[in-house]
């Protein structure tokens, strides 16, 4: 059985940082690529940023570039998203998900495995 668990969400004044981890289990973690997506209240799910299998690559939605990292230990089969310089329109629910595949997708639906989520709220 597959499982995504993420971690590290909370409350946070605006221009502090979080960490979230993504632990998998159930899938052979060093052959997937890992993203994050966020759903704020009221809107879609939209994609954050996505790293390939080995890590080597990365890509982030504009909103986030420059503030956040994606990165993964493989040997620890987790996923991770430093989030800097949050501001309140960073809030929201956070996902991460798992997709095998090469390219750096950004779509949802090339997503398989999904976690519960983790809730990232950033006050004035």
């Known amino acids: 059985q597959v499982q995504l668990v993420e971690s590290g969400g909370g409350l946070v004044q605006a221009g502090e940082s979080l960490r979230l981890s993504c632990t998998a289990s159930g899938i052979t973690f060093n052959s997937y690529r890992m993203g994050w997506f966020r759903q704020a209240p009221g809107k879609e799910r939209e994609f954050v940023a996505v790293?390939?299998?080995?890590?080597?690559?990365?890509s982030y939605s504009d909103s986030v570039k420059g503030r956040f990292t994606i990165s993964r230990v493989n040997a620890k089969k987790t996923v991770y998203l430093q989030m800097n310089s949050l501001k309140q329109e960073d809030t929201a629910v956070y996902y991460c998900?798992?997709?095998?595949?090469?390219?750096?997708?950004?779509?949802?639906?090339?997503?398989?495995?999904w976690g519960q989520g983790t809730q990232v709220t950033v006050s004035a």
């Open positions: 790293i390939n299998s080995s890590g080597g690559r990365t």
């Open positions: 998900a798992a997709s095998l595949g090469i390219s750096l997708v950004t779509t949802q639906s090339e997503y398989k495995y």
